[in-house]
């Protein structure tokens, strides 16, 4: 049967065309139902037995939700428990176009066949679907169509039944939906009647979101903060700037302060600094909110006080809190503050953390802490909190009342036990929105089926380098080996020098569901034991993996250059290699330096060597930036696989040479593919800092009397080349770690939709990815753009679409910064674990940041920063003055400046369970009632505090 829509629609140029829209419906969509023998239905999803177990229900039935108990519930529906669902096709439509991310999550849950969630689809079937009638909303007729869906399968189901009794319950929290499905003769009840109901599962009742009603059910009546404005106010406010939005951003270290970054252009008012509770209004940690701009006479600085919210009630006193934020600064150091009256898209996500049980007898409301300190405590209603006590937890925002001090939420589910190295792990993947779920067999399927080889086709495309001598030189243990190079001598007196790269791409055909969760990954994670890989481990570790003596296809760049590394032409091609030899650092750097050695690779490896010098001094020359992090390593017991050595990494000029010719390689296909795609080509970027950016590493050098440069990137790097300290030769690596926390973060982008393509921290005018396709996924783009404008492949719609590159970008750009912050999580999860072993150890270290109440220290032994607090609740606090112009901390009679040597102790501070931290306590300079005494190496751990839960 055919259902047509006629309507007429205006087109651009002014005439009317004619639309036609047709719906079909068919007699031949089956119920899904074991019960049903009417349906000619091959494999039915609904069981004939559901095991579900209600009070309310005592027979046997299937439940039917509406749309917003898919949106709003959907952790509930989640749950194992709940089986035997069906899922409208009205309510799915709704959910996809209100909320892509829960959209998703049903679809996976209906995927999943031990469920048995079945689609039904009500639009198409010839009894279920209905029309809009005139004066009635799209959200009554969706309600309707529900309702009708529901009465349908309730009647088919008792025609077919071979047991009296058999039920469809609709689940809505709507109360005008559920009154008429009532008076329509149907079984309705809300989500929580339903779930209370459950004999067998109560604890599925903690997963339940609160509703409106129960939000209003706050034990403190008090109203804290002010009415955010609607969307239609908001909206006219941003147009006529009495408003500006922006991105919220929470202070780690601060809980009553934020900055607002501002959307557009102007670089006016780009970051609006929000202190205060109730001036931040219940935003929350990536919110995209309103703010209204304070008069200039209320303006403030950013405040150098750590404040960590460690209340326990409503009523705690927040302003003698906030009066501590302020302090007398000079004008230029006040910053544009605002305040947040509206809220414009919520960006909340499930969060990780631990329960902080109350200290009522049988209470069942609980304070939820967070892990990420950023984000505020939760309120949770839980039956469970002896049972999760102590472990990690996964808990949902649901809303946050204006008479609440804290946002309500739920309970989603149990992790593990905090500390457990597998709990933890999973905490910080979850944290930084790391994709790491194994690969699904739909991805599986798009592997090459093994044994797999080299085929007669493939060396047809393809240049043979397999006579040459291609050496790789990588880190110990690496196993996803991305590229190998060589160096030999030419007839004509220069030499050729190749970077070969693992040919990815040849294994992963655009679009297809490899590609699609490579794209979604975007790179791959490497943990201090643990690596997430982007592909799977057939292609990182075996077949795109350019290990020695096996043959593997590869994409080269090979250059002809003269003895001064000048170069003469390049040539881009798909190849065939085989490698001589898989070199560590250490290895690469013994054959080179070994004079007794003269084969083919150690020949070639001294060839790249010098060549690498030399391009290093060009670069240098150009501006590039030589800057300094602490790296750290760990040695890990083979046993308990607990860290047993931790030291700083060292870098050898084996891993200097390799990055020059990766350098090189991306330079030369970063011009390559602009050349042949101006619109579209993926490049990579890093923008010039802020003059403002370099306002504390000029105040540090000040402190020593040194003058440091920022109008370029050359003049910075030759006044940092040029600041040394006589006697203190560590000064130079300390200024660079402080430049490096000056530079921006470089980025993806594509060429069509930016004029801006400078590297600043290079000294490129153009740059890319493209030699690490194994785990990046940026890599793979690049190498199919450089493929395509050689001839060896063809190309694709959304390759050549600048939008669809731009949207890719974005994603790259996030994927790559939430896989560094999660390694950096890793290493200091490492670092807790081998100071727990190790007890106190004394070590001296250098100021690296000096704050009004504090002091950050770096050690260089174990590339270790942690925090020196001079305010103790336990003890009197010493006497502190604080200048903002040239840093500087004065402790009683003692004046502490950045880079001043000190010794203190370092223990594992496991007084929060949650938030264990690295302490580290003064020693030298002696300041009495403040220093403490150093302390002997011990095995013991550190006296512990009881256990207890901070934000």
């Known amino acids: 049967m055919l259902k047509s829509k006629t309507f007429v629609k205006k087109t651009r140029s002014g005439g009317v065309m004619k639309i036609v829209r047709e719906h079909y419906l068919r007699d031949d969509i089956w119920c899904g139902s074991e019960v049903c023998?009417?349906?000619?239905?091959?494999?039915?999803?609904l069981q004939q037995d559901p095991c579900l177990e209600s009070s309310l229900c005592k027979c046997p039935h299937y439940i039917l939700p509406d749309t917003n108990v898919v949106l709003h519930q959907i952790d509930v529906l989640e749950d194992p428990a709940i089986t035997n669902v069906i899922m409208l096709q009205t309510v799915l439509q709704e959910a996809r176009h209100r909320s892509a991310p829960v959209y998703k999550r049903i679809k996976d849950v209906i995927h999943n066949v031990e469920r048995h969630f079945y689609t039904f689809t009500n639009e198409h079937h010839r009894e279920t679907y209905i029309e809009q009638a005139q004066g009635e909303s799209a959200n009554d007729r969706n309600d309707r169509a529900i309702r009708v869906a529901a009465k349908w399968y309730s009647e088919h189901l008792k025609k077919d039944q071979k047991e009296e009794g058999f039920q469809i319950i609709l689940l809505t929290n709507d109360k005008k939906n559920k009154e008429k499905a009532e008076e329509a003769g149907l079984v309705a009840y809300t989500c929580e009647e339903y779930i209370q109901s459950l004999v067998a599962n109560p604890e599925l009742v903690d997963r339940l979101?609160?509703?409106?009603?129960?939000?209003?059910?706050?034990?403190?009546?008090?109203?804290?903060?002010?009415?955010?404005?609607?969307?239609?106010?908001?909206?006219?406010?941003?147009?006529?700037?009495?408003?500006?939005?922006g991105t919220f951003r929470s202070n780690r270290d601060n809980y009553l302060e934020a900055t607002v970054w501002v959307h557009g252009d102007t670089e006016e008012n780009k970051e609006v600094l929000i202190q205060g509770l109730k001036n931040l209004n219940r935003a929350v940690h990536e919110d995209v909110v309103a703010v209204q701009l304070l008069p200039k006479d209320q303006w403030v600085a950013?405040?150098?006080?750590?404040?960590?919210?460690?209340?326990?009630?409503?009523?705690?006193?927040?302003?003698?809190?906030?009066?501590?934020?302020?302090?007398?600064?000079?004008?230029?150091?006040?910053?544009?503050?605002?305040?947040?009256v509206g809220i414009i898209k919520r960006n909340w996500r499930p969060y990780c953390g631990m329960l902080s049980k109350s200290q009522i007898k049988e209470a069942r409301k609980h304070l939820f802490t967070p892990a990420d300190r950023r984000i505020p405590r939760i309120r949770i209603e839980t039956r469970q909190?002896?049972?999760?006590?102590?472990?990690?937890?996964?808990?949902?925002?649901?809303?946050?009342?204006?008479?609440s001090r804290?946002?309500?939420?739920?309970?989603?589910?149990?992790?593990?036990?905090?500390?457990?190295?597998?709990?933890?792990?999973?905490?910080?993947?979850?944290?930084?929105?790391?994709?790491?779920?194994?690969?699904?067999?739909?991805?599986?399927?798009?592997?090459?089926?093994?044994?797999?080889s080299i085929t007669e086709e493939d060396f047809k495309s393809r240049t043979d380098l397999r006579h040459i001598g291609v050496c790789s030189v990588d880190p110990p243990g690496?196993?996803?080996?991305?590229?190998?190079?060589?160096?030999r001598d030419l007839e004509n007196g220069n030499l050729e020098v190749g970077v070969h790269i693992a040919d990815v791409s040849h294994f992963i055909r655009p679009g297809n569901a490899l590609d699609q969760e490579a794209a979604s990954r975007g790179t791959t994670v490497y943990l201090c034991e643990k690596r997430i890989d982007m592909v799977p481990e057939l292609l990182s570790s075996n077949l795109c993996s350019l290990r020695s003596n096996?043959?593997?296809?590869?994409?080269?760049?090979?250059?002809?250059?003269?003895?001064?590394?000048?170069?003469?032409?390049?040539?881009?091609?798909?190849?065939?290699?085989?490698?001589?030899?898989?070199?560590?650092?250490?290895?690469?750097?013994?054959?080179?330096?070994?004079?007794?050695?003269?084969?083919?690779?150690t020949r070639s490896l001294r060839g790249l060597n010098r060549l690498a010098k030399i391009l290093k001094k060009k670069r240098i020359e150009m501006g590039a930036l030589t800057l300094s992090s602490p790296e750290v390593r760990f040695h890990i017991d083979s046993e308990t696989h607990d860290p047993i050595d931790l030291q700083t990494k060292e870098l050898k000029e084996t891993n200097s040479m390799v990055e020059e010719f990766m350098l090189l390689a991306n330079i030369s296909v970063a011009k390559k593919i602009y050349e042949e795609f101006a619109e579209c080509a993926l490049l990579r970027k890093h923008p010039a800092p802020p003059p403002s950016n370099y306002d504390m590493l000029v105040k540090a050098a000040k402190s020593k009397d040194l003058d440091i440069r920022t109008d370029s990137a050359k003049a910075l790097a030759d006044s940092l080349d040029a600041a040394q300290v006589e006697g203190f030769p560590y000064f130079n690596t300390l200024?660079?770690?402080?430049?490096?926390?000056?530079?921006?973060?470089?980025?993806?982008?594509?060429?069509?939709?930016?004029?801006?393509?400078?590297?600043?921290?290079?000294?490129?005018?153009?740059?890319?990815?493209?030699?690490?396709?194994?785990?990046?996924?940026?890599?793979?783009?690049?190498?199919?753009?450089?493929?395509?404008?050689?001839?060896?492949?063809?190309?694709?719609?959304?390759?050549?679409?600048?939008?669809?590159?731009?949207?890719?970008?974005?994603?790259?750009?996030?994927?790559?910064?939430?896989?560094?912050?999660?390694?950096?999580?890793?290493?200091?999860?490492?670092?807790?674990?081998?100071?727990?072993?190790?007890g106190i150890i004394n070590e001296e270290g250098f100021i690296l940041f000096v704050k009004k109440n504090a002091i950050v220290v770096l050690i260089p032994k174990f590339g270790l920063e942690g925090t020196v607090f001079f305010e103790n609740k336990d003890k009197p606090n010493p006497r502190l003055s604080f200048k903002e112009e040239i840093p500087t901390l004065t402790v009683e009679d003692t004046v502490f400046r950045v880079f001043d040597k000190v010794k203190v102790t370092i223990s594992l501070d496991a007084s929060n369970v949650q938030h264990q931290k690295i302490r580290m306590s003064l020693v030298e300079p002696v300041i009495p009632g403040v220093s403490v005494s150093p302390q002997s190496n011990c095995n013991s751990e550190p006296d512990a505090k009881k256990p207890k839960l901070e934000s």
């Not at 690496?478 to 590229?483: A, F, P, R, S």
């Not at 994409?555 to 390049?570: D, G, L, P, R, Y």
């Open 478 to 487: 690496c196993t996803d080996i991305d590229d190998a190079l060589h160096c």
């Open 209 to 245: 979101a609160s509703t409106p009603d129960d939000v209003n059910e706050i034990e403190s009546g008090k109203i804290i903060f002010q009415e955010h404005l609607p969307l239609s106010k908001l909206q006219q406010g941003i147009k006529s700037g009495t408003y500006l939005q």
């Open 302 to 340: 950013p405040s150098s006080v750590v404040l960590q919210d460690e209340g326990t009630t409503e009523d705690d006193d927040e302003e003698e809190k906030e009066n501590s934020l302020k302090s007398v600064v000079h004008e230029s150091m006040l910053k544009p503050t605002g305040k947040v």
């Open 385 to 403: 909190a002896s049972t999760l006590e102590g472990q990690r937890i996964i808990v949902a925002i649901d809303g946050w009342p204006k008479n």
């Open 550 to 601: 096996v043959e593997r296809l590869a994409f080269s760049c090979i250059w002809e250059m003269n003895h001064n590394a000048e170069i003469i032409n390049t040539k881009f091609t798909k190849s065939v290699i085989n490698s001589k030899a898989s070199l560590t650092y250490a290895e690469a750097q013994m054959r080179i330096d070994d004079t007794s050695m003269n084969d083919e690779i």
């Open 406 to 452: 804290y946002p309500n939420g739920h309970f989603v589910r149990n992790l593990g036990i905090a500390g457990d190295k597998e709990t933890e792990t999973e905490v910080l993947l979850l944290e930084h929105d790391v994709p790491h779920q194994p690969f699904s067999q739909a991805v599986l399927s798009f592997l090459p089926k093994m044994p797999w």
């Open 37 to 45: 023998d009417s349906c000619k239905q091959d494999s039915p999803v």
């Open 735 to 838: 200024l660079r770690i402080l430049a490096t926390r000056c530079m921006m973060q470089a980025v993806y982008f594509c060429s069509g939709m930016d004029t801006d393509f400078h590297h600043y921290g290079l000294a490129s005018p153009i740059y890319t990815h493209f030699t690490s396709p194994i785990r990046r996924y940026s890599d793979i783009i690049v190498h199919r753009l450089l493929a395509v404008s050689i001839g060896a492949d063809i190309t694709y719609p959304d390759l050549m679409d600048k939008h669809k590159q731009a949207a890719l970008c974005n994603n790259l750009n996030y994927r790559h910064k939430m896989s560094q912050y999660a390694q950096r999580s890793s290493v200091a999860f490492h670092t807790q674990l081998f100071f727990k072993s190790k």
